[in-house]
């Protein structure tokens, strides 16, 4: 074997334990390990941005969180590879949340065509995952200010507190085997919406969805709360949509019986506790089936 390694490189392998000793802790050229790869990772991430290699540009940016999860360009630059990645055409969508009724605009969000309302489920979850540390000030290295996320982080909650409506089995993913839109529908209904077909859910998984677009709606209002003024987006069609959702997704909490439960008591503020029973019937005439259910008595 040896016959075929240069006379140069042979005499040079003795070296070897020196330089990985050497790579281990300082280096003659005076740049630590760390910093070299985070740059690197985030300059070839920027490169697949230029080129439109947005899968690429994600994984690079991940790798560059988990390298220095306190700095925010990494964060920032990861939830733009992921809307980039989901093909999100994110002008469409606020035109879509801040025109109409909020009923109106949370329907047609929710209607989505299935792989596109997926896409754009999880584009927003990295979103959440990435400015929220911003936002917080757990990413303070970088050049990205705090106070310029509130507005992408407070739209990427409304969207995915939504689209969390099509995630019916909560797993995290829209699909085949949550329940289709045909079969599980958000209509309006005098400005705000309504469910149909709730029943097709277990009480479980209603109270499972309420919960999590619910506390994905109070989140985003706190931030909607901080967003400055001339973005030339509507603030009051924004807040609007947020204040109409959480009234009426927290209305079909479902009183299942057990103790300490969020069901328990009137939950759409119609002076009645747990009027309906959980069985695809407008029990009450309002015009909305089973908002403010209960399973104990009913069968
Ligand atoms: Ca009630
Ligand atoms: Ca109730
Ligand atoms: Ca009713
Ligand atoms: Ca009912």
């Known amino acids: 074997m040896t016959r075929f390694i240069p006379a140069g490189i042979r005499g040079c392998l003795g070296c070897i334990p020196l330089l990985i000793l050497l790579a281990g802790c300082e280096n003659i050229w005076g740049w630590s390990a760390d910093e070299d790869s985070f740059d690197h990772v985030m300059s070839d991430g920027r490169e697949a941005l230029r080129n439109e290699q947005y899968a690429l540009a994600e994984e690079k940016f991940t790798a560059a969180v988990a390298m220095r999860p306190e700095n925010s360009d990494a964060h920032y630059y990861l939830a733009k590879a992921a ?17 109409g009724t909020p009923g109106a605009s949370a329907v047609q969000i929710f209607n989505t065509e299935s792989s596109h309302a997926n896409a754009i489920y999880r584009a927003n979850y ?50 085949g085997n949550d329940l289709p839109s ?31 677009a619910g506390s994905l709606l109070f989140d985003g209002s706190m931030v909607m709360a901080d967003v400055a003024g001339d973005s030339g987006i509507d603030i009051d069609a924004l807040n609007n949509v947020y204040a109409t959702l959480q009234d009426d997704v927290g209305a079909y909490y479902l009183n299942n019986g057990i103790p300490g439960n969020p069901g328990e008591g009137d939950n759409d503020g119609d002076g009645v506790a747990d009027e309906e029973c959980f069985n695809g019937v407008d029990d009450d005439g309002d015009g909305r089936t089973d908002e403010d259910a209960r399973v104990a008595g009913c069968s």
Do not use: C, H, K, W
């Open 182 to 212: 045909s079969a599980f529908v958000l209509s309006e209904l005098g400005g705000g919406f309504a469910f149909e077909g709730l029943q097709s859910l277990t009480p479980d998984q209603v109270n499972a969805m309420v919960g999590e």
């Open 83 to 99: 809307v980039l990645n989901a093909d999100v055409d994110v002008y469409f969508l606020v035109q879509t949340l801040t025109n």
């Open 126 to 175: 990295v979103v959440l995952q990435n400015l929220e540390p911003i936002r917080r000030g757990l990413a303070l290295q970088g050049n990205i200010p705090r106070e310029n996320v509130d507005l992408d982080l407070s739209i990427a909650y409304l969207l995915r507190a939504i689209l969390r409506l099509r995630d019916t089995n909560g797993d995290g993913v829209i699909d």
